[in-house]
């Protein structure tokens, strides 16, 4: 299993990023795919989910109605549009899996990609 993650760049307050997470060699589609993401100094958190079995997303609260999370079967990759950045934003950012059923939490994490990182600067 491997997820391979790209997009992240250093844009203006207001600006928008689109991070993209291809997948590949997973079976079936039990599993939640989405985004964490670690500032400095600062736990990892979770951004952003998608249930790869039923399209159900979630989102933490200080980026709803900002982010959104959409996926591409054909093209097995989950993509977080981001808009209306804010300084706050900024954290590398990680695309993982958990298994269905699982929370949202990087504990339950049972795969990682590698992080992109989002700085949102003026």
């Known amino acids: 299993v491997q997820l391979q993650a790209y997009g992240g760049g250093s844009v203006q307050p207001g600006g928008s990023l689109r991070l993209s997470c291809a997948a590949s060699?997973?079976?079936?589609?039990?599993?939640?795919i989405g985004w964490f993401r670690q500032a400095p100094g600062k736990e990892r958190e979770g951004v952003s989910c998608?249930?790869?079995?039923?399209?159900?997303?979630y989102y933490t609260d200080s980026v709803k109605g900002r982010f959104t999370i959409s996926r591409d079967n054909a093209k097995n990759t989950v993509y977080l549009q981001m808009n209306s950045l804010k300084p706050e934003d900024t954290a590398v950012y990680y695309c993982?899996?958990?298994?269905?059923?699982?929370?949202?939490?990087?504990?339950?994490?049972?795969?990682w990609g590698q992080g992109t990182q989002v700085t949102v600067s003026s």
């Open positions: 060699g997973f079976i079936g589609d039990y599993y939640v």
């Open positions: 998608i249930s790869a079995r039923d399209g159900s997303t």
């Open positions: 993982a899996t958990v298994p269905a059923g699982h929370y949202w939490s990087p504990t339950g994490v049972n795969y």
